[in-house]
């Protein structure tokens, strides 16, 4: 069943027409979605249904892709774990000295007050051809807990990645969001020893969600925080719940994205320095994707007498979308591995670079498994 899948999106990639393969979290089914032609659709308002694929500038119009056909096949984990790869962008001795560069300009602009946080970000290109789909098969069997995919748009392009953080998940008018942010390697430690960094790093991101969504909700609670692992790293996660107003699920996205788990505050400022500074585009990375408003149908209460059968049945919308982090962008000749991490008034460059290093292991070490 799951090889009809991987045929179908490699008939895809061969006619040139847009797809994506996705398996949630913790979940042991493959999805796919095909859209029948090779059309370009926006997403105007987040009322539509498809597939989203949004960048991190929503001044682009984020895509849609169409849900023609969807094809859902049970998957395994093979539960394969992989040794961290040598550090390989650390032998990068030019990358490593403009990253450093850039966050020390940072860190004299939050010293000057203007930001306070600011998350920034480099991409890593590498020559190199790879079968996309062979890839997402090492993804699928090394990441279990993340939400893994393979999106095609011939016009757009290939993306792929593993990412641990929701952007927003929502049933009806109830959803979850998260805050995610500080990080260490989990090699080092069994559990992590949190430093004032990193808390404070998080905790930004919290009160932000917070703060930007009082209007949009009619109830919003917060948990604790605790320390999760995202591949062979710790986070820092916070779990935000809540029911929105009526209407408001545009104007929830719209203030979710981006948090300052991937952009910072204050945002106009955190924004444009990102623009002015970065000097690459980060494109879909640091964007969001998954799906968009599909419906779910309630079965009907049996206990009511006299009913039409269709009468009482109601559909509820859900949404599942993910922020797109440990992501790669492939193209027939290149990879390009994305990575990022947030600088506050406490970061130590150097430990900054280390710590992209680190994030770009997730991506590499999907890279150098055998199966190419
Ligand atoms: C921007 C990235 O991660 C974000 C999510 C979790 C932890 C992060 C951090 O510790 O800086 C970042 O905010 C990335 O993986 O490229």
Not at 79 to 94: A, C, H, K, M, W
Not at 282 to 295: D, H, V
Request: with cysteine; aromatic share 10%; charged share 25%.
């Amino acid at each position: 069943m799951v090889q009809e899948l991987f045929d179908r999106a490699s008939a895809n990639l061969n006619n040139e027409l847009p797809f994506v393969l996705y398996r949630k979290p913790n979940e042991a089914v493959l999805n796919g979605v095909f859209q029948k032609d090779n059309q370009i659709y926006s997403v105007v308002d987040f009322s539509e249904t498809g597939f989203v694929f949004a960048p991190f500038d929503l001044g682009s119009q984020p895509i849609l892709l169409k849900t023609d056909e969807i094809i859902k096949a049970p998957i395994e984990y093979k539960g394969i774990s992989l040794p961290i790869v040598d550090e390989i962008s650390l032998l990068n001795e030019s990358e490593k000295a403009d990253y450093i560069k850039l966050i020390t300009k940072a860190l004299k602009v939050i010293k000057d007050g203007e930001l306070d946080k600011v998350v920034l970000s480099r991409k890593i290109e590498i020559n190199d051809e790879v079968s996309p789909i062979n890839l997402f098969k090492n993804l699928l069997d090394i990441y279990p807990k993340a939400f893994c995919y393979l999106w095609y748009h011939p016009k757009v392009g290939t993306w792929i990645g593993a990412t641990p953080e929701i952007l927003v998940k929502s049933r009806g008018r109830q959803f979850t969001t998260m805050s995610l942010a500080g990080t260490q390697s989990s090699k080092e430690f069994l559990k992590p020893k949190w430093t004032k960094k990193e808390l404070n790093e998080q905790q930004v991101v919290t009160n932000y969600i917070l703060e930007t969504l009082k209007d949009k909700v009619v109830s919003l609670k917060a948990s604790d925080v605790a320390s999760v692992e995202a591949g062979q790293l710790w986070h820092l996660r916070t779990e935000i719940k809540g029911v929105f107003k009526p209407g408001k699920f545009g104007e929830v996205l719209r203030a979710l994205h981006p948090t300052p788990a991937v952009c910072g505050t204050p945002l106009a400022n955190a924004k444009r320095f990102i623009a002015e500074n970065e000097n690459y585009d980060r494109s879909f990375y640091t964007g969001f994707l998954g799906e968009l408003n599909f419906s779910t149908e309630l079965a009907r209460n049996k206990n009511r007498r006299n009913q039409e059968n269709s009468a009482y049945r109601s559909v509820v919308k859900n949404s599942e979308l993910f922020v797109n982090l440990r992501c790669m962008q492939i193209s027939k000749i290149a990879i390009s591995i994305y990575v990022g991490g947030g600088i506050t008034n406490d970061s130590i460059p150097e430990s900054e670079w280390n710590e992209t290093v680190l994030k770009s292991n997730t991506m590499f070490r999907v890279l150098n498994h055998k199966l190419r």
